[in-house]
């Protein structure tokens, strides 16, 4: 499975963009990417994802580099709620059964 | 209605007891997870079923035992687990297999504690 390298922790201020990076330099061409978040004592919760283009929706934007071996989550104004911990994951999508979750970013939200 | 259920929030038992892990959705999903959650630890997959079929054991121990009675249950048997299961034990739940990445649902997780 392709492995994913994030920032072990971000800290934000409320109403201030943040920037999620990740590394992904073995993706394959059948590598979607995938981005989860997983709140105190909550289970994992779907972001968003893709596969060559950027995409938008309603919780944030993902941006995918050209070459495909990074992408950066954005969140466009972060909230005390957005504070958890961002899992950026690879889901090949002809075994899309697994999410392999890497280490992910602790993002702390200072008011 | 999105939501998975898991019963119960928290499970305390001796290394002898069995008991089992209950989970619940009702989004029509043919397919069902569990993982498990160590302390400041990302999820590991442990069990994948796909219309009420095992489809993956990640080499689970077999004092893990899972089973789907239908298709909006899932539930975990537990037998003779030693202190390092504990852990919180995730139910997920997605749409049908094939090469579609549909997300999955996460459950909040049911805490066990082994002594």
């Known amino acids: 499975d392709a492995k994913t390298t994030q920032p072990n922790s971000m800290e934000s201020n409320e109403e201030e963009p943040v920037h999620l990076p990740c590394n992904h330099s073995?993706?394959?061409?059948?590598?979607?990417i995938h981005w989860y978040r997983q709140l105190p004592s909550q289970g994992p919760e779907y972001v968003i994802h893709?596969?060559?283009s950027n995409v938008n929706n309603r919780m944030a934007s993902l941006a995918i580099a050209e070459d495909r071996k990074s992408s950066t989550l954005i969140l466009h104004r972060a909230t005390l709620r957005d504070a958890a911990v961002y899992y950026c994951?690879?889901?090949?999508?002809?075994?899309?059964?697994?999410?392999?979750f890497g280490t992910g970013t602790r993002l702390q939200v200072f008011p | 209605d999105t939501e998975v259920t898991q019963t119960p929030k928290h499970l305390v038992m001796g290394m002898t007891n069995k008991k089992s892990l209950k989970c619940e959705q009702h989004?029509?999903?043919?397919?069902m997870y569990w993982y498990k959650q160590k302390a400041k630890k990302p999820p590991e997959l442990m069990f994948v079923?796909?219309?009420?079929?095992?489809?993956i054991n990640e080499s689970v121990p077999s004092r893990f035992s899972p089973e789907c009675p239908n298709s909006s249950l899932l539930n975990l048997h537990l037998h003779a687990l030693q202190p390092e299961d504990s852990a919180l034990y995730l139910c997920?739940?997605?749409?049908?297999?094939?090469?579609?990445?549909?997300?999955?649902?996460f459950g909040p997780g049911t805490r066990l504690t082994v002594t």
């Open positions: 997920a739940s997605s749409q049908d297999r094939g090469n579609r990445p549909y997300e999955q649902y």
């Open positions: 073995t993706i394959s061409g059948t590598d979607y």
């Open positions: 893709g596969l060559t």
């Open positions: 994951i690879l889901r090949d999508f002809r075994n899309t059964d697994k999410l392999i």
């Open positions: 989004m029509g999903h043919r397919a």
């Open positions: 079923y796909s219309y009420e079929k095992l489809s």
